[in-house]
T-cell receptor
Framework: AQKVTQAQTEISVVEKEDVTLDCVYETRDTTYYLFWYKQPPSGELVFLIRRNSFDEQNEISGRYSWNFQKSTSSFNFTITASQVVDSAVYFCAFDGGTSYGKLTFGQGTILTVHP | DARVTQTPRHKVTEMGQEVTMRCQPILGHNTVFWYRQTMMQGLELLAYFRNRAPLDDSGMPKDRFSAEMPDATLATLKIQPSEPRDSAVYFC?????????????FGQGTRLTVV
């Protein structure tokens, strides 16, 4: 069975600091997908990124970047120059290659960015 | 702007009452998921449908929960009878999983309180 672990329950930073959210997964699948979702205080789940298991290229989108390392089964998320609006719960999720869209979520990391 | 629509957004009910939650998936999406979010269990998959057929409802308590898709534009999740432990946020998500595109888009959730 798949498992996603987000070891950091809560992180608190001051605006403009960089912050990295860790995600480690366990699976025996060779094909799979990894996701990050953001849940702001309003409660909805916002899709941020999807990676497949064959693509270990790091990705950057504005202030967000993701580091996927298959060797350590990690898919970490970094916010550069954090802003108050980044305050949210962030979830890492896993989708086995034969169960498209059926997500196993980590427990989430609460990020608070102070002004 | 296509989005998943869930109704009601909030529901307070007494123990023993029937609760029905509704979801309108994004037009054209062929897969619908129901997730439940609680503090203790986090986000967990209850059931999902593809082309209106139930594929997996193993995460759902069978004795009191039921999920249906009467048509392609409506998914329902029903609890009868409701219990205080059912208090949670229930999310619906939709997608059209393929090799290239597996992300699910979430609704804003229904916050259920059973007293």
């Amino acid at each position: 069975a798949q498992k996603v672990t987000q070891a950091q329950t809560e992180i608190s930073v001051v605006e403009k600091e960089d912050v990295t959210l860790d995600c480690v997964y366990e699976t025996r699948d060779t094909t799979y997908y990894l996701f990050w979702y953001k849940q702001p205080p309003s409660g909805e789940l916002v899709f941020l990124i999807r990676r497949n298991s064959f693509d270990e290229q790091n990705e950057i989108s504005g202030r967000y970047s993701w580091n996927f390392q298959k060797s350590t089964s990690s898919f970490n998320f970094t916010i550069t120059a954090s802003q108050v609006v980044d305050s949210a719960v962030y979830f890492c999720a896993f989708d086995g290659g034969t169960s498209y869209g059926k997500l196993t979520f980590g427990q989430g990391t609460i990020l608070t960015v102070h002004p | 702007d296509a989005r998943v629509t869930q109704t009601p957004r909030h529901k307070v009910t007494e123990m023993g009452q029937e609760v029905t939650m509704r979801c309108q998936p994004i037009l054209g999406h062929n897969t619908v998921f129901w997730y439940r979010q609680t503090m203790m269990q986090g986000l967990e998959l209850l059931a999902y449908f593809r082309n209106r057929a139930p594929l997996d409802d193993s995460g759902m308590p069978k004795d009191r929960f039921s999920a249906e898709m009467p048509d392609a534009t409506l998914a329902t999740l029903k609890i009868q009878p409701s219990e205080p432990r059912d208090s949670a946020v229930y999310f619906c998500a939709s997608g059209s999983p393929t090799n290239a595109n597996t992300e699910a888009f979430f609704g804003q959730g229904t916050r259920l309180t059973v007293v």
